[in-house]
């Protein structure tokens, strides 16, 4: 399973680009927002850390403002994936991208369903939400597990990127529905590094080793 960073944040993106372990980054006009910084220029500098497929979100609810938003894009860096919201226009706006060889992120998913129209349209990618449906009580991983077993009935190439990532059970639930990438907050990946016997058992291993004469 690939391992993309959801973030806007630099800092963040610098961080964990050291360990080798982000293939991608993902980022939402929210995230956007909170940097305060203009949005080109927030992600050509994301371009330029992490070598591989950047997120960037069209803010148009029609498909002709979507493709000159994407049109706009594109021009940052071969890396850039057009984000689309899972609405018609930007189904629209993903069929028209997806023949001319842009790569398409469609976000907003959240019903099996809408993921089949994703792949129908052609995207690269689709992004169910799987933490603000579990904020509803509904079940966000089995949704992961029945867009997964449609893909892989018909052999859809579209990649599916479990997002809205809350804690690390989720990427767990991704993985086993094999999920092919995971988009995970910075406090949630290094959540993934903990465990307490980890801790323990290092502390034992150099205290012994002290012992040595
Ligand atoms: C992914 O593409 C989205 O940007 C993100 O995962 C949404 O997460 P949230 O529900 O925590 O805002």
Known sequence: MKLFIDTANIDEIKEIS???????VTTNPSLI????????????????????PISAEVISTDAEGMLKEAEDLVQIHPNIV?????????????????????KTNVTLCFSPMQALLAAKAGATYVSPFIGRLDD???????LIRDIIEIYENFDYPTEVIAASIRHP?????????????????????????????????????????????
Do not use: C, Y
Request: proline share 4%; no cysteine; charged share 25%.
């Open 18 to 24: 050291d360990l080798g372990i982000i293939d991608g």
């Open 33 to 52: 927002a909170k940097e305060g910084r203009d949005f080109k220029s927030v992600v050509q500098e994301i371009t330029s850390i992490i070598d591989g």
């Open 82 to 102: 057009i984000k689309l919201p899972l609405i018609e226009q930007g189904i629209k706006a993903t069929s028209i991208l997806s023949k001319k060889g842009i």
């Open 136 to 142: 509803i009580s509904h079940d966000g991983p089995q």
């Open 169 to 213: 059970i989720h990427v767990l639930e991704a993985a086993k529905a094999r999920s092919h990438i995971a988009t995970i907050p910075l406090k949630v990946i290094k959540q993934l590094f903990n465990h307490p016997l980890t801790d323990i058992g290092l502390e034992k291993f150099l205290k012994d080793w002290k012992t040595m004469k």
